[in-house]
């Protein structure tokens, strides 16, 4: 049984990666990352982790998660959600308009700092896609 799910696994996140985000995409990503690092002096530990799907409540991990979202162009510097350029990105995540209307509903919930708006939203973007798309 175990195994059967295993595969499964494996079977969805060949499939999904295939729709991920092309090399120079990623790149970029990778870039921002570094830079936001060093904008915010969150622990490189803490930013490790949420790609294995463990998200601290930390100040900076948060303030990561603003600086990348605006590097991205998902909340300009007054914090507010992009959605057009959202769903643009997502589009080339997730080949679904449905999907992606969803996930916009589901995850898009403006609070009470741009910092927790962009964690919740990134949060909640792992826990809702398949092959827990992270966008850091
Ligand atoms: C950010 O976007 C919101 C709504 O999309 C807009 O009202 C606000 O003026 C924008 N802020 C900046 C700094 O561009």
Known sequence: MKLFLLCI??????FYTMADLSAEQKQKV???GRECIAETGVEKELVSKVR??????????????????????????SGDVQADVLKQKLASIVNNA??????I????????????????TFVCYYENTPNHVSIF
């Open 9 to 14: 696994t494996f079977l969805g996140l060949s």
């Open 30 to 32: 990778v870039g921002y």
């Open 52 to 77: 294995q799907g463990s998200f601290s409540d930390d100040p900076k991990l948060k303030a990561f998660a603003f600086c990348l979202s605006k590097k991205i162009g998902l909340q300009n510097a």
């Open 98 to 103: 449905d999907s992606i209307n969803n996930l």
């Open 105 to 120: 509903f589901a995850c898009v919930q403006k609070k009470a700092t741009p910092e927790e708006t962009a964690f919740h």
